[in-house]
């Protein structure tokens, strides 16, 4: 592996752990420990890392105390940014992870020009770096989470919900009106990542990240690392057939997943299938809370909506465990409150399509968490952004 290779492992390992000592790094990385060393003392002579003595070692052990290295928190201060139906919320985090602000722009439109979300986000970026007690200037980088599909590596935003003009190139329009690097992902490949680095998935090599919201989104780590494919497609779960010729998706073709079980699927079927009485002026998170209370209060033809998209969810989610096989499958967003996505039917239906051998079914766990999770992992994908730029700042051979 270059240096540059080396350094960038070194510094992800401890961004990764937090606090960590040379000999850790050199076992995890697998990199020769007198070149961890050597590595790890340019990095601390730069100021991008700090050492603290290891108080539970230092007593117990003769010689030099073992010292534990961490990310500088003030070497760089990121920014990210998720961009939803009706907001916009952004999270500043220093260069160790820490949050230093966060600021939720409501009132976002959907469906806008390219210009005019760009407008949008930089005023809300805005607000968040004052909040924080520094300037745009004061950015090292921006990592922005939209929702559709998203081509990382042409940076070609295809489609979506967000954005009039598609296909585009979106980042080209934030990168006009921005003086720092600027990247962009699909939403959920972000809250992915923050699941990884902040949430329940860390420390485990191979899980999903299912949501539901305005649509139904998957994210994939396999062996560690966050899986895209090949168009950076790889995990539209929500546009996965369950229907022959079914329900018109918000994609343009029928049978998706999404067409039966994200919100604006379940209020779709409120509207035909009875006189729902909330108002269409409300916003949808409102109007879906009304829907589900008048399940929870008896209404039949309510209560049926909702476990019919259970019992469709559930077989999506035994598509998924045939296929990929993980230890853990996180449901994670605001609509997880919604009993229907957890409770025992929809399990049931899920161990029922699995096929069945004599090992424990994957792990299935809640995180109920709203749109900053997503901005977070938007920020923590500006900080590898960084990582890997500072690695490459050698000269070295």
């Known amino acids: ?43 601390l002579e730069e100021g991008i890392v700090e050492a603290l003595l290891d108080e539970d070692k230092q007593n117990t052990k003769r010689g030099r105390p ?6 500088n928190p003030k070497a760089f201060i990121l920014a990210g940014a998720k961009i939803s139906e009706d907001a916009i919320t952004v999270a500043i985090l220093d260069f160790a992870g820490n949050q230093l602000s966060e600021y939720t722009r409501e009132g976002n439109s959907f469906s806008i020009s390219k210009e005019k979300l760009a407008e949008n986000l930089k005023g809300a970026i805005s607000a968040a770096i004052s909040d924080a007690g520094f300037d ?17 590596a042409s940076e070609c935003v295809h489609w979506s919900p967000a954005i009039s003009d598609t296909p585009t190139n979106f980042v080209q329009t934030l990168r006009a009106i921005f003086d720092f690097p600027v990247m962009l992902d699909n939403d959920v490949n972000l809250a992915t990542l923050a699941e990884q680095r902040f949430g329940l998935g860390k420390g485990v090599s191979d899980f999903l990240v299912v949501t539901i919201e305005h649509g139904v989104g998957m994210g994939i780590v396999l062996n560690n690392n966050l899986f ?14 369950v229907q022959l010729n079914g329900a018109l998706c918000r994609c343009g073709q ?11 699927a379940l209020l779709r079927e409120a509207d035909t ?59 994670s967003g605001e609509r997880m409150q919604f ?18 051998i004599d090992r424990a079914p994957p792990e299935i766990r809640v995180h109920k968490w ?16 960084v990582i890997h730029q500072m690695a490459a700042k050698t000269n070295a051979c």
């Open 136 to 152: 745009l200037s004061d950015i090292s980088a921006l990592g922005v989470g939209v929702p559709g599909y998203v081509d990382i």
């Open 1 to 43: 592996m270059s240096k540059a290779g080396n350094r960038a492992a070194i510094l992800e390992c401890i961004s990764t752990a937090g606090e960590i000592a040379r000999v850790d790094i050199a076992k995890i990385t697998e990199i020769n420990p007198a070149t961890v060393t050597a590595l790890t003392s340019e990095l």
């Open 339 to 356: 009993e229907f996505l957890y409770e025992d039917d929809v399990l049931e239906e899920l161990r029922k399509n699995t096929l069945q």
């Open 228 to 241: 895209r494919g090949t168009r950076g497609l790889g995990g539209e779960f929500g546009h996965t057939k």
């Open 66 to 71: 073992r010292v534990k290295l961490y990310l």
């Open 254 to 264: 029928r049978g998706c997943l999404e067409a039966y079980v994200a919100d604006y």
């Open 273 to 331: 299938a009875f006189t729902f009485k909330n108002s269409h002026d409300l916003p949808t998170g409102q109007r879906l809370d009304a829907l589900y209370q008048e399940a929870k209060s008896g209404n039949l033809a309510a209560l049926s909506i909702f476990e019919r998209a259970g019992k469709i969810f559930g077989m999506g989610l035994a598509n998924l465990v045939n296929i990929f096989d993980p230890s853990l499958i996180i449901f």
């Open 370 to 385: 709203g749109d900053l999770l997503w901005a977070k992992g938007a920020a923590a994908w500006a900080t590898e952004y």
